[in-house]
């Protein structure tokens, strides 16, 4: 970092959930550690709300004239055109249709705010937006502010959309629903391997809407900016940079994870929004295990388990009577179907073999030596924690993008082994202790370990000075100081 050099503004422009939030919160550190660059992040009035209710478990949060402040991060906010008590999850069609037309004014009123404040103004150099706030690129092109996007899904993600929202291949119809997919940088896509945004039956049309906005606006973006690294998805990436700048600038985990907590200086180096509280008692638990025995199983904060579902993993970790941590939040199962009577008879059952806790610090629990193997819905931000402390997987993927990313890690990646649904929809018991088995114990085994080991140890190569990821990010900001004397505001009336 130049001492002395004037202060750069950057503006992030998140989608309103935690898992969304992360990334874009490491690489504001990540771009603080490159140059004097104070980053302002911008999210909806509901989220700034929860952040200033809820007590932050991960870093040090202060507040002052009703503004927020995350390890040097600024926080503001804008309205999504619903009052604060509407149900945004169980009417997520509507908001993303709401939330993408009152968006674009109210991100510009405040961008303007904040440029004419006279204590302290901000002239931002540059915007980044993420994937699913697509519209804040319009704001950017609008002010004439140049523009990146931090693309949160794996790169193949990209490539995909790329190739379904510009009609580059035919994909599944209602009338051909199991057609195949070969892209030139990917082996051939099943349509089970495909994300459910792109198949017939998605129900999510807003979030498809924002994805083929963010795809098709790819013109007026600068930089793309990847939650991968390029030793990870290497052909792909020279793929997509025959159509778009492309850069991979992850894994945007937590340092400890990737680094150790040996080599991270306090909340700072582990910045991050957890809106839930952990229930640490499972770290001391960890400790009394055997190291590689223990089966960690966690769907995210988003995956609403079923009765069913839930009792058959249950009965697998029971029959497979190995250790195991499950996460299992109340909002994750429905009550109404007896799930809870069912956890409370597992829990009574389980007492001297396991632990189910509601939420856990994940990158503690996956850094821990203990871990054999992790049960997961295949989110990214938890692919790439999994990838950076070289943890085999079970993949038991749900949904959007879930499916590659599984795709990913068990037939690319080589790291673990995906459970396959019966005819009736569901994992069947037998199924999860045949790969638990699989994973944890014989011959592959070994390979899925070791594989897993040269995987973090790439991740680990790519974040230290010279690395892939690090010389991007620096060319990422050497471009925004360049430029940053030529930024104009077109300021309008519209």
Known sequence: MEHGAPKINVLMVSFATQGHMNPMLRLAKQLQSKANIQVTLATT??????????????????????TLSISGIDFESFPDGFDLDYDRKSNLNTYLDTLAKVGPTNLYNLIISLSTNQISPKKFSCIITSPFVPWATNV???LRIPCAMLWIQPCTLFAIYHSYYNNLNYFPTKENPHISVKLPCLPLLE??????????ENPITGMNESLSQAVKNVDNIRWVLANSFYELEKEVVEYLSKFVDIKAVGPLVPPTVLLGEEHCHGNDDHVG?????????CIDWLKQNKDNSVIYVSFGSVIMLSREQLEIIGKALINCKRPFLWVV?????????????????????????GMVVKWCSQDKVLSHKSLGC????????????????GVPVIAYPFWTDQPTNAKLMCDLFGVGLRLWPNKDGLVGVEEIMKCIEVVMDGPRAVEFRAKAAEWKNNAREVVVHGGSSDRNIQDFVDDIIQTSSAVKYNVDTE
């Open 329 to 353: 939040k109340e909002k994750n199962y429905s009550v109404s179907e007896g799930a809870r009577e069912f956890l409370e008879w597992f829990l009574d059952e389980t007492k001297e073999q």
């Open 273 to 281: 929004i957890n809106l839930w509280k952990p229930e640490d008692k």
């Open 374 to 389: 992790f049960l997961t819905h295949c989110g990214w931000n938890s692919m790439l924690e999994t990838i950076s402390v």
């Open 45 to 66: 009035e509901i989220f700034y709300h929860h952040l200033l209710k809820q007590n932050n478990h991960n870093v040090t949060t202060t507040t002052s004239n009703n």
């Open 191 to 200: 349509a089970s391997d495909l994300p459910s945004i792109v198949l017939p």
């Open 140 to 142: 950017a092109v609008r």
